[in-house]
């Protein structure tokens, strides 16, 4: 339990850094924006509940696809294949911002120089 906190707390860390990144800031918005457009599209022409809405977007933008889900209509097949393309492309934008920041926060932490001692002989 106590590895799963320090990653999220590590994870919190990368998060707040690359958000001063501009292309971070844009992918994230633009995904939250996208993610709530597919669940309420698929609340509303599929008829699912909220948390399957969400779960669906969440699962199909991630490539996951366990297939639990499956839509139905052929407007909701089409629209998740342009959701799905769109989703895709900021999961990876997003995920590799994180990647850089956390590799640039490394290389700081390691060119920084150590602490100098008090040494009074």
Known sequence: MLTLLLLFR??????RAAWADRTFRGAAISLVT?????????????????????YFAVVTGMT?????LVPQSSISK????????LAVG???TLG??????????TAKRRLRPPP????ES
């Open 64 to 68: 996951i696809g366990y297939g639990d």
């Open 90 to 92: 900021l999961f990876v």
């Open 34 to 54: 996208l993610l709530t457009l597919a669940t309420i599209f698929y609340r509303v022409v599929e008829g699912w509940s909220v948390i399957d809405s969400v």
């Open 96 to 105: 590799t911002s994180l990647a850089k920041a956390s590799l640039e926060r």
């Open 78 to 85: 089409i629209f998740t294949i342009f959701y799905a393309l």
């Open 116 to 119: 100098e001692e008090d040494s």
């Open 10 to 15: 590590r994870l919190s860390v990368m998060i």
